[in-house]
Nanobody, 120 residues
């Protein structure tokens, strides 16, 4: 079994910063892509950013220049540094990983979600 555990959410004022972390544990052979998604109340879940195993990244237009994704392959962990936060960034943030397990079965896994609230 594989588990993803997120941390780092919270309440911050406009213009502030937060850093999210998501660590995977369990029977893992290799982790391919990692990413962060978010879902605001009444809206669909949307991609925030993704990073490949080799470090290539992509970002939603709404967060370009403010957010930075990174990963530590040795720790099976993905990070999201969020700067210059805006009220419209308020959402539950979910990490996602495409993991090849010890049995060589590949699947997508999701974290439990962490609330980010930006006050105006």
């Amino acid at each position: 079994q594989v588990q993803l555990v997120e941390s780092g959410g919270g309440l911050v004022q406009t213009g502030g910063s937060l850093r999210l972390s998501c660590a995977a544990s369990g029977s893992i052979f290799v982790i391919k892509d990692m990413g962060w998604y978010r879902q605001a109340p009444g809206k669909q879940r949307e991609l925030v950013s993704r990073i490949t195993r080799s470090g290539s990244t992509n970002y939603a237009d709404s967060v370009k220049g403010r957010f930075a994704i990174s990963r530590d392959n040795a720790k099976n962990t993905v990070y999201l540094q969020m700067n210059s936060l805006k009220p419209e960034d308020t959402a539950v943030y979910y990490c996602n990983m495409r993991i090849v397990g010890g049995s060589r079965w590949e699947s997508d896994y999701w974290g439990q979600g962490t609330q980010v609230t930006v006050s105006s």
